[in-house]
């Protein structure tokens, strides 16, 4: 399959704690930002989006924090299981296109 | 169930050779993005489209192009291949801007 980068940001967690995964992006004129999930040997998986006229949204499990003022996103899993392992990427739309950050690997611990 | 597919998932190819890589969608989606994604990297935008005979160049769009003249694609050529350019390539679209993009399985390319 696909592979994603080894030298990633590595963040490891113990089963059924939550993770906290962070993201600062660039462009304070940003208006909207969206996180992705990336299994080994498969193409990125929307998670939640988020617009700039809000700073906290939630989905199933998941909640995302927008703070402007430091121009900081996060992604918030509750209860992590075992399929949460993965490369989590944030992304900020800007021009019209996505701007991708380098991605954060999630590892479960037993 | 609509998807999108790209084609081959793996290609070997010998430097300055062309190569098209295939993208089809069926959510009859007007927007469709090339990228790729390197060892370390998040995904990097070569091309983009926001609707039939509609392109534009993305961050790293030298030594490619792409052609929309459907909805359901947007072939992605490699004029002529470069060791620079092994990578997995992957296909995307959206609806519209600020909305979720669906990504395809990805095409690992590898340029000898």
């Known amino acids: 399959g696909e592979s994603v980068g080894l030298h990633l940001p590595t963040l490891s967690v113990q089963e059924g704690d939550n993770s906290i995964i962070n993201c600062a992006y660039s462009?304070?004129?940003?208006?909207?930002f969206i996180w992705y999930k990336q299994e080994s040997g498969k193409g990125p998986q929307f998670i939640i989006d988020?617009?700039?006229n809000m700073d906290k949204r939630q989905g199933q499990r998941v909640t995302v924090l927008l703070n402007k003022t430091v121009k900081h996103l996060s992604l918030q899993i509750a209860a992590t299981q075992p399929g949460d392992s993965a490369v989590y990427f944030c992304?900020?739309?800007?021009?019209?296109?996505?701007?991708w950050g380098a991605g954060t690997k999630l590892i479960i611990k037993p | 169930d609509a998807e999108i597919t790209q084609s081959p998932r793996h290609k070997i190819t010998e430097t300055g050779r062309q190569v098209t890589l295939a993208c089809h969608q069926t959510?009859?989606?007007?927007?469709m993005f090339w990228y790729r994604q390197d060892l370390g990297h998040g995904l990097r935008l070569i091309h983009y489209?926001?609707?039939?005979?509609?392109?534009n160049k993305g961050e790293v769009s030298d030594g490619y192009s792409v052609s929309r003249s459907n909805t359901e694609d947007l072939p992605l050529t490699l004029e002529s291949a470069a060791s620079s350019q092994t990578s997995v390539y992957f296909c995307?679209?959206?609806?519209?801007?600020?909305?979720?993009?669906?990504f395809g399985q990805g095409t690992r390319l590898t340029v000898v």
């Open positions: 995307a679209s959206s609806k519209k801007t600020n909305t979720e993009a669906f």
């Open positions: 959510w009859n989606h007007n927007n």
């Open positions: 489209s926001y609707g039939v005979q509609d392109t």
């Open positions: 462009n304070s004129a940003s208006d909207y």
């Open positions: 988020i617009r700039s």
């Open positions: 992304a900020e739309e800007s021009n019209y296109q996505l701007i």
